[in-house]
Structure formats: structure tokens, C-alpha cells
């Protein structure tokens, strides 16, 4: 039980396939006492339920591209549990036509919204918990990044360039709080058939490629990429911050 006694606060729960629900699977089992935070008022009763076995975890709506909602929800979740042990941030959006068209093609605004909602909001994350003093003294705060950041991979775009931006956001984030002992980390974690996966073209031929020339020789599921999480939110890993820990059967280290 490494992370028993702990308070995890998991966002990006949609359903039984998101990451994030691999990550509160393993955290669960390892003793955490979990909450959550989705999207969209009208998917509550959906997410209640899912959630439902988790214990008795409290879930939250916040559109997380709005400082003024993280911080409206901070603030309940400071007020219903006091101060928590970790976050993960498990949220990305970019333009649908972002990810089907050439990356050439990808407007301002687009640029933007996928930058926006996949990175800035992990830096508000950790400002708006430090402002409201929502952490412990040891936290660990993790996000989910993907290989399309350091490598061009048709149809990734402008989502490769968001992960890039989120990566470096860790570095930085890891240094301004980690006086406080607060840890900062990301996952990158090989492909998962997700509802965010779906669009992405090609996807399925992504998955057959890690299978045929990862070290592994096999895909990963979400709930692996739980288990490391689970690990990076407990005190096993206390020396580690500012880092990007590949979950992706070994795939990224390969040349060819
Ligand atoms: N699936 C993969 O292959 C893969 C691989 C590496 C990294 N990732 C990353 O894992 C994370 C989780 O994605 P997933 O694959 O589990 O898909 P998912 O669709 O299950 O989860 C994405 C979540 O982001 C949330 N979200 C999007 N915009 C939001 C906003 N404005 N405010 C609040 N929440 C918002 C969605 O509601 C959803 O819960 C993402 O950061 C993704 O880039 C996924």
C-alpha cells in the first residue's frame, strides 16, 4: 500500500478507458483516498457512477481552460478536504481539423486552444493549488505527455507541439516548487485506445508499430500507466522531480 493515507485528486476521468481511470484503479488499490475532476456539468451522473467505486470519491466539474474555474474548484475541494497529497493532470484537447490536415494548416487559434488546454493548464493547476494552499508539504503532481513531442509523427501536430510546451512546463514547475518539497512529473506513455486517441489518424497503425518493434514487443494499458503514477505519487519516489518517465514498453529508445 504506497500511497495509504494519502488524498489524490485525479483529473481527466471521461470513461472506463481514460488514462486517468487506470491511474485511479492503481492509486485505489494502493491505498489512496481518491477525488476527481471531469468535464461538462451534463456528464455528472455518468462520472458519479463510474466513480462510485472508488469509495465514497467526491468529483468536481471544471473546464479547465478558464483560471477562474480551476480556482472555483480548488477552493471546494480545499473547503470538503482540507489540504491533498497529489494531482494528476490527465487533459489534452486539440481542434479535431488540427489533427486531421497537415500541421502547416493549423490556424492561430487552434495553435492556441490545443497549447491552452494541454499545457497552460498544468501551469494554473500548480499556481492556483500553491495560491490556495491546497498541498501538502511532500506532494507529487503528475501530467501525461506522449513520444509525438520529441519526434514527428504524422497526424500527432500541433498536440506534439502542446506536449513539448507541457514537458519543459514540468522542468520549470519542478524547480519553483520544489523548496515547498512539492514534486513535479510527467508520464509519457505509449498508446492507449482512448476516446482523445480516436482522433488521431492512424492510430491504430501507431499500436501495431509499438507491437511489432518495441524492446516489449507489446502495448501497454492504461492501468501500467497507473501503477507508475501510483509509484511517482508515493513517497518511493521521493527524489525524483522534473523528470519524463516513458511507460511505453520500451519503444522510445529504439533507433530504428
Ligand atoms: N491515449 C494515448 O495514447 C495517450 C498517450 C500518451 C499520453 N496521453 C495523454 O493522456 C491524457 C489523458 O488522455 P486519454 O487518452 O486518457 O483520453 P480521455 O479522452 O479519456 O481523457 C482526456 C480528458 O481530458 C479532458 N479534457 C479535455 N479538455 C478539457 C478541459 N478544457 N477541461 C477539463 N478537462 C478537459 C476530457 O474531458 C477527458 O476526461 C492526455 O493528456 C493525453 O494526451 C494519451
Known amino acids: ?13 471521461r470513461n472506463k478507458w481514460s488514462i486517468a481511470y487506470g491511474a485511479a484503479q ?11 475532476l471531469f468535464r461538462g456539468e451534463e456528464n455528472r451522473s455518468k462520472i458519479e ?15 479547465l481552460s ?50 491552452d488546454v494541454s499545457a497552460y493548464s498544468l501551469v494554473a ?21 506522449y513520444y509525438g513531442s520529441t519526434k514527428m509523427l504524422p497526424g500527432y501536430n500541433v498536440m506534439g507541439v502542446a506536449k513539448a510546451a507541457l514537458e519543459c512546463s514540468v522542468r520549470y514547475l519542478a524547480e519553483n516548487l520544489g523548496k515547498e518539497g512539492i514534486r513535479v512529473n510527467a508520464i509519457s506513455a505509449g498508446p492507449v485506445k482512448t476516446l482523445s486517441a480516436k482522433g488521431i489518424k ?27 503514477a501510483a509509484f511517482l505519487f508515493s513517497d518511493m519516489s521521493d527524489a525524483i522531480t522534473g523528470q519524463v518517465i516513458y511507460v511505453d514498453s520500451g519503444y522510445s529508445i529504439m533507433g530504428i
Open 1 to 13: 500500500m504506497i500511497v495509504k493515507d494519502k488524498t489524490i485528486l485525479i483529473m481527466g476521468i
Open 202 to 228: 492512424d492510430f491504430a497503425s501507431i499500436m501495431d508499430v509499438v507491437e511489432e518493434r518495441a524492446p516489449l514487443k507489446k502495448n501497454i494499458t492504461a492501468k501500467q500507466v497507473g501503477n507508475t
Open 125 to 145: 493547476t500548480c499556481r492556483i493549488a500553491k495560491e490556495l494552499d491546497l498541498l501538502s508539504s511532500n506532494a507529487s503532481i503528475i501530467c501525461l505527455t
Open 66 to 115: 478558464e483560471d477562474e474555474n480551476i480556482k472555483r474548484a480548488f477552493e471546494e475541494i480545499k473547503k470538503d478536504y482540507g489540504k491533498i497529497d497529489g494531482i494528476l493532470h490527465s487533459i489534452a484537447h486539440a481542434n479535431t481539423e488540427d489533427l486531421h490536415n497537415d500541421f502547416i494548416e493549423t490556424s492561430k487559434e487552434g495553435f492556441a486552444h490545443a497549447n
Open 49 to 63: 457512477d463510474l466513480v462510485s467505486e472508488f469509495g465514497d470519491a467526491k468529483a468536481y466539474e471544471c473546464d
Open 26 to 36: 492503481a492509486a485505489y488499490e494502493q491505498g489512496a483516498k481518491l477525488l476527481f
